[in-house]
Every structure is written in structure tokens, then in C-alpha cells.
């Protein structure tokens, strides 16, 4: 009898075994289904004109999971899955969790594979996690890492994980063994190493589930149209990451007659310096058409720049000419100055 109870043991624990080995997957099998439902995010302003980069996953047939800081802004944009060429179009908005930076955009593919949704209340500090996204345009870059910490904001939790996070992997999936998305990476930190975070999937769970049980379809607000109320309070915000808003191009001055130099003032207007900061200047003839810009390779800008200060950037030595028509020389059109990405710089108190 004794000996029967122990075969009957042995035998539930290889069953067990066997099933837990079964639902995990070699970091090839989650990436190759990673890669069938992960897109690249191209944002554009309302002259259809590139706004920023991101990336994000399928949730739903036609539907795309991102941060909303990814599509904040923007008037339309587009959709490619990694490795393929067919671009869908963007047609609105679903869902927003703006306190946790989500948000939930419909598309115009049709039969798209949707990523597992797993359980993130039940990751543990030292788990391995796969990240995939498009990090400064580099489309469909997987990376390895584990889950080195669960941190409190308030009375929500981020994962903060050690596979890499670069501007354009935000909005990408966060998978763990079993090819589930546990995590929305959303943010890093450039100073010190390997300083990156997640949104919990819980809360992306709880954004579908919500969009689910409404007895109504849900309705597509375009991005135009859709007015955002700021949050008072947001993960974002908390954790004191990369607030674009904080970092403002202005005073843009073009001078024919003294050598034809190209002038802006950068303010920042944070509580931290800033550093590193990517821009681009972009002029409008009459008719609202883009026709011409420059980036920061033609202007010189060492340092920092302080908190709460700003700093007079000029052209480099050379004269410079926009290619663009009279009124925008006379400076009757509309100039406007992008800050596309920058660093805070985080000094010891």
C-alpha cells in the first residue's frame, strides 16, 4: 500500500514537471510569436508629417496596445509588423488609461495575431523577461534581461527590469518564459545601468476588460478629435521620467543680412538639468505644406542646460539658407521647433 502511494506521487510530480516544462519556451520560440504580433509605431502631425517613433503589440484583431505618451499629439500615423512591408492605418483610439500610459489604438489590419495577456501580480524579483520593440528605429530588436526589482508609485506598481530600453522600444511587449505579456516598457533611466521599467500587464488587463463587458461597441475617437484632460497624478510623472512637455524650442530668429545664421532658445523648464537634447526645425509655407527643415547637426549645443533656465542656440559657421518660399523668409508662415528626445541630468542633492 505504502509503496503504490509513492508511485501514485512520483507520478502526479513528473505530471506536474512535464506540464511546467511544457508551457515554457526557448527565448527563439517567444520571439519568433513575439515577432508575428509586435509592430513599429509612426506617428504623424496633421500634414502627415513623421511626429515620433514606438512600438506596440496586438491585443485584439485590429487592435494595438502602446503607451499614450507614443501617440500623444499626433493627428494619424501607421502601423507595420515587424519584418513586413503592408502598413496599417491608425483609426482612432478605443481605450486610454492616461494615469498608467496606456492606451488601446484600432487599426485596419484584419486577422492580426493577438500576444497572451499573463498574470503580472505573480512575477518574482529574478524572473527572466524578453522585451521587444523598435529602439531608435532599429525595428524588431529582442533582448533578454530579468526582473530585478517591483517598486511601489503610490498605490501602483511598476516592474523595473534589466533588458534594455532605448527611445522607440516604448509600447513594447514585456513577455515572460511563456510568451506572455506581463509588462508595457514605458521608461528608462540613462544614468546608471540597466535602469529600465514596465507597465504591470494587470492594468492593461483591466483596460480590456473594461472595454469588453461595455453592452455597446466600442467607439473609435480619432486622434484629431480625441480631447486628453491631463491626469493629476501618472506613473510617468511619478517616477520623474522624460516629460516632454518640459523642454520647450522657442524665439527662432533667421538673420539674411548677418550671414544668414539660424537662431532658438531651448528653455527648460524642469526642476533637473537637461542634456543631449534632439530637436528639429521645421518651416511651413502659406499653404501649410512642409517645405523644408533642419536637425542638430547644423547647430552647436555643448553642456547642460540648467533647471528653470534656458539657452540661445545659433547655426554653425557657414550661411544657411532654408529652401523655402518668400513668406517663410519674411517669417509670415509658421516655424515650428521639435524636441524630439533629451537626457536629465540626475545630480546628488
Known amino acids: 500500500m505504502k509503496t503504490n502511494r509513492m508511485n501514485i506521487c512520483c507520478l502526479i510530480l513528473c505530471l506536474c514537471l512535464s506540464a511546467l516544462s511544457a508551457s515554457a519556451q526557448t527565448a527563439q520560440e517567444v520571439a519568433k510569436k513575439a515577432y508575428r504580433s509586435t509592430v513599429l509605431l509612426v506617428m504623424e502631425d496633421s500634414n502627415r508629417q513623421p511626429l515620433s517613433l514606438g512600438s506596440g503589440f496586438f491585443i485584439g484583431d485590429g487592435e494595438i496596445a502602446s503607451n499614450f505618451h507614443v501617440i500623444k499629439g499626433a493627428a494619424g500615423g501607421y502601423a507595420k509588423l ?5 502598413k496599417y492605418d491608425i483609426e482612432g483610439i478605443t481605450a486610454i488609461d492616461l494615469q498608467r500610459d496606456l492606451v488601446v489604438l484600432k487599426t485596419s489590419s484584419v486577422g492580426s495575431q493577438a500576444l497572451p495577456i499573463g498574470n503580472s501580480d505573480a512575477v518574482e524579483v ?3 523577461v524578453y522585451v521587444v520593440g523598435n529602439p531608435e528605429g532599429l525595428e524588431g530588436t529582442f533582448s533578454q534581461g530579468i526582473i530585478s526589482s517591483i517598486r511601489d508609485i503610490d498605490a501602483d506598481k511598476i516592474l523595473q527590469i534589466t533588458a534594455p530600453i532605448s527611445p522607440g522600444s516604448s509600447g513594447g511587449p514585456v513577455l515572460n518564459a511563456r510568451g506572455e ?3 508595457v516598457s514605458f521608461a528608462t533611466f540613462k544614468v546608471g545601468q540597466n535602469l529600465n ?3 504591470p500587464s494587470r492594468y492593461l488587463k483591466t483596460l480590456v476588460a473594461n472595454l469588453e463587458s461595455s453592452a455597446l461597441a466600442p467607439q473609435v475617437k480619432p486622434l484629431a478629435q480625441t480631447k486628453i484632460e491631463k491626469p493629476q497624478k501618472s506613473i510617468v ?3 520623474g521620467g522624460r516629460i516632454a512637455e518640459g523642454v520647450i524650442g522657442q524665439s527662432f530668429m533667421w538673420d539674411e543680412y548677418s550671414g544668414g545664421y539660424l537662431s532658438f532658445t531651448i528653455s527648460n523648464h524642469l526642476n533637473q538639468p537637461v542634456t543631449n537634447v534632439k530637436y528639429i526645425i ?3 509655407g502659406v499653404n501649410g505644406d512642409v517645405v523644408d527643415s533642419f536637425d542638430g547637426e547644423f547647430f552647436d549645443m555643448d553642456g547642460k542646460i540648467p533647471a528653470g533656465l ?9 550661411y544657411v539658407r532654408p529652401q523655402v518660399d518668400d513668406s ?3 517669417l509670415t508662415a509658421k516655424v515650428e521647433i521639435r524636441i524630439l528626445n533629451f537626457e536629465i541630468v540626475h545630480e546628488a542633492p
Open 82 to 86: 515587424i519584418g513586413e512591408e503592408k
Open 126 to 128: 529574478g524572473e527572466t
Open 181 to 183: 505579456v506581463i509588462g
Open 197 to 199: 521599467f514596465a507597465i
Open 237 to 239: 510623472a511619478d517616477l
Open 282 to 284: 521645421v518651416f511651413y
Open 310 to 318: 534656458g539657452k540661445r542656440i545659433t547655426s554653425r559657421s557657414g
Open 328 to 330: 517663410v523668409r519674411r
